[in-house]
């Protein structure tokens, strides 16, 4: 227990914590120093406090064993930190804290249950990385970056969270407050939050990827930054999970009072994935404008022909055999006009329903050439 220590002095020669073991609390909260700190090749046996400290010089942890996690919340790093090659079991907590400088935290390993940085203020660069090898996050096991806030000169590098494929881990950015820049690299994930963040510095990712579905606002500011970076393909893939995943929200949010909304937004939501696949599929709109035109058909050949005339075709059910089918196609065809189309069927009169049917026909068509239009388009955006 060293806890209220203060090193004022300027001596250049470091605190030095060397090759010991604790076998029980080590308990160095609320120091205050003025010298740079190094702790190195250490094992620590039950839990490490350096809670409400203030560094004001360099402090160094370094080839270390915590066997029960390591505290450092409401701590202020003024020049820079380094956490590098240590073994963890449980969870590294800077809740609180404020860091000025480099703080690098490289090479973890262990059990790490939870590295937590919620509510800390980012001054100067941090940097969550592994070079040698990625950082394991277990199944349900996070890093914690809830409303802290990256000031506009502060960035927040995070890089080679788990291996390819090894989707395990939530990194949580809920109502984080993003002034500064942010990088992630190499992050597989089982789930990725930005949930009310708010983003205005840089925000950039390269292969970033998570499992489970997220909400609908962590793929709206996905979506955004994709474009801002002229990421185009990355946009239409990030809008295509944000509509997906908003209208599972929406089945959350029905009421009496909104059945209307609901109804209108659902369905639309429900045409663009089926018709393109909310952008990202040229032959899913190809193929949703010739079924529209073929059901259409049909109910025009069945129910929308007066009595006295003859139908576009007839279909024998035992040989499954169509009288005339060239006629039937050049008829077929007709559905795809969308101006001068009233000529189209001579010799044919449409009763009501058939008039009816053929104009709502030419609505249908015409979206479904439209949205596979859209999808063409996807790589020129």
Not at 314 to 321: A, N
Request: net charge neutral; aromatic share 16%; hydrophobic share 40%.
């Amino acid at each position: 227990d060293i806890s209220n220590s203060h090193f004022n002095n300027d001596n250049i020669i470091p605190v030095s914590i060397s090759y010991n073991e604790f076998s029980l609390k080590a308990k160095f909260d609320e120091i205050s120093s003025n010298r740079e700190i190094i702790v190195e090749k250490c094992i620590f046996s039950d839990e490490v406090d350096f809670s409400d400290c203030t560094f004001r010089k360099k402090i160094v942890i370094k080839d270390c064993v915590f066997k029960k996690g390591i505290i450092f919340n409401r701590t202020y790093f003024v020049n820079g930190f380094s956490f590098i090659n240590n073994d963890v079991c449980g969870c590294i907590n800077f809740e609180n804290c404020a860091f000025g400088g480099k703080i690098k935290i490289f090479h973890s390993k262990g059990e790490i249950y939870e590295i937590n940085f919620t509510a800390s203020v980012i001054k100067g660069l941090l940097e969550l990385n592994s070079l040698r090898s990625g950082i394991f996050l277990s199944e349900d096991s996070s890093i914690k970056l809830n409303n802290i806030f990256v000031e506009p000169n502060g960035y927040l590098i995070i890089r080679n969270i788990n291996e390819k494929h090894k989707f395990t881990g939530i990194i949580n950015f809920t109502d984080a407050n993003l002034l500064g820049n942010v990088v992630l690299k190499n992050i597989y994930l089982k789930r990725f939050l930005l949930t009310n963040a708010v983003m205005v510095g840089g925000f950039f990712t390269e292969h970033l990827y998570f499992k489970e579905e997220s909400d609908s606002q962590t793929y709206v500011r996905l979506k955004d930054e994709a474009l801002k970076n002229n990421n185009s393909i990355k946009a239409m893939q990030y809008r295509e999970k944000e509509m997906l995943s908003y209208s599972k929200e929406l089945n959350a949010q029905i009421s009496y009072d909104n059945i209307g909304t609901w109804l209108t937004d659902k369905s639309v939501l429900f045409l663009n994935t089926i018709s393109n696949k909310n952008g990202l599929s040229w032959l899913r709109g190809i193929i949703f404008t010739i079924s529209c035109a073929i059901i259409f058909f049909w109910v025009i050949n069945f129910l929308g022909i007066e009595n006295d005339y003859p139908r576009f075709f007839v279909l024998d059910l035992k040989t499954f055999h169509f009288e005339g089918i060239g006629e039937i196609w050049k008829r077929f065809l007709n559905m795809f006009y969308l101006i001068d189309f009233k000529e189209k069927f001579q010799g044919t009169e449409l009763n009501a329903i058939g008039e009816t049917v053929f104009f709502a026909s030419k609505i249908f068509i015409s979206y479904g050439i439209y949205q596979t239009i859209v999808a063409f388009r996807k790589f020129s955006k």
